[in-house]
């Protein structure tokens, strides 16, 4: 069974810093992309925060680009979210998913992809 986990998730004041941290478990083949994403309290919608490929590559929504840092482990299988300069308006509860390989019972191979439960994140002005 794959499982995403979240974790580093907290409260604090405007432009401090958190880091969150992203752990694939379970029986896989190979993690592929990894991303981050958050959903702000009210909001419907997740919003696309960060993709890092496997080869290291990391795209950034431009809202966050020069305050956030997201970083990959792949001997680890984890991902990282490094927050500074935190606003109110991050405010949300942030998601990892990634694209995940898992080898068939028969021949060939399944990618899909998972979603972790989520970290809260608070920022106080």
């Known amino acids: 069974q794959v499982q995403l986990v979240e974790s580093g998730g907290g409260s604090v004041q405007a432009g401090g810093s958190l880091r969150l941290s992203c752990t694939a478990s379970?029986?896989?083949?190979?993690?592929?992309?990894m991303s981050w994403y958050r959903q702000a309290p009210g909001n419907h919608r997740r919003e696309w925060i960060a993709?890092?490929?496997?080869?290291?590559?990391?795209n950034y929504v431009d809202f966050v680009e020069g305050r956030f840092a997201a970083i990959r482990d792949n001997g680890a299988k984890m991902a990282y979210l490094e927050m500074n300069s935190l606003k109110p308006e991050d405010t949300a509860t942030y998601y990892c998913?990634?694209?995940?390989?898992?080898?068939?019972?028969?021949?060939?191979?399944?990618?899909?992809?998972?979603w972790g439960q989520g970290t809260q994140v608070t920022v106080s002005s």
């Open positions: 998913s990634a694209r995940i390989l898992t080898r068939n019972q028969g021949p060939g191979f399944t990618e899909r992809e998972y």
């Open positions: 379970g029986s896989m083949f190979s993690v592929e992309d």
């Open positions: 993709r890092l490929r496997q080869d290291g590559t990391v």
